[in-house]
């Protein structure tokens, strides 16, 4: 069974310094593999996904990861945080099936603080 | 483009009440999947809906439903509502195209926030 294990409930940093938020999953199988953003009373924002592409995957807004299958590893970096970076961030595998099935299976989250 | 539809985006409910919450998805879309977000946890798998049919559940009781409608639109209801089931209910769309389902990330909408007193 697919599951994802977020390492760090908060994590807090000064702006202009780099961002890690670390993840680890166990899959099966070849995992899809994303990170979603949720800002405060805001629903889910897509960061990035990997597909068995590239092994570092770019997204949206300065954030990249790196899927590593030797540490089931998908850590999320930053070179450098803004103060509108704060917020909520999930690492997500998905259980994909034919059919149309698509399952996200969510971590519990990470709190990103952004200090000035 | 719009993106995924919720409504409402609040809802207060008494204990043992019934509630039915619509989605909208994106246009062209034609999977629905529900997820309930508990204060401080991770987003959980309820249904996903695709071309009218459920695809998948989640370990849901019975008391949660859902139906997809030819426009493609959704309703999620629960019945005999518990102080449990307060959350943010969140529905995703995405084109969902057969096999290929799982290149098709979902697109979420800001959800509706319940509480049951």
């Known amino acids: 069974a697919q599951s994802v294990t977020q390492l760090d409930s908060h994590v807090s940093v000064s702006e202009g310094t780099p961002v890690l938020l670390r993840c680890n999953y166990s899959?099966?199988?070849?995992?899809?593999l994303f990170w979603y953003v949720q800002h405060p009373n805001k629903g889910l924002q897509l960061l990035l996904k990997y597909t068995s592409a590239a092994t570092l995957v770019k997204g949206i807004n300065g954030f990249e990861a790196e899927f590593k299958k030797s540490e089931t590893s998908f850590h999320l970096t930053k070179p450098s945080a803004h103060m509108s970076d704060a917020a909520e961030y999930f690492c997500v595998v998905s259980d994909s099936r034919t059919g149309g099935y698509n399952k996200l299976i969510f971590g519990a989250g990470t709190r990103l603080a952004v200090h000035p | 483009d719009a993106g995924v539809t919720q409504s409402p985006t609040h809802l207060i409910k008494t204990r043992g009440q019934q509630v039915t919450l619509r989605c909208s998805p994106i246009s062209g879309h034609k999977s629905v999947s529900w997820y309930q977000q508990v204060l401080g946890q991770g987003p959980q798998f309820i249904f996903q809906?695709?071309?009218?049919?459920?695809?998948g559940r989640g370990n849901f009781p019975d008391r949660f439903s859902a139906r997809q409608f030819p426009n493609y639109s959704s309703e999620l209801n629960v019945n005999a509502l518990l102080l449990g089931d307060s959350a943010l209910y969140l529905c995703?769309?995405?084109?969902?195209?057969?096999?290929?389902?799982?290149?098709?990330?979902?697109?979420f909408g800001n959800g509706t926030r319940l509480t049951v007193t």
């Open positions: 995703a769309s995405s084109l969902g195209t057969g096999s290929y389902s799982y290149n098709s990330p979902l697109h």
């Open positions: 809906y695709y071309e009218k049919e459920e695809r």
């Open positions: 899959s099966s199988y070849s995992p899809s």
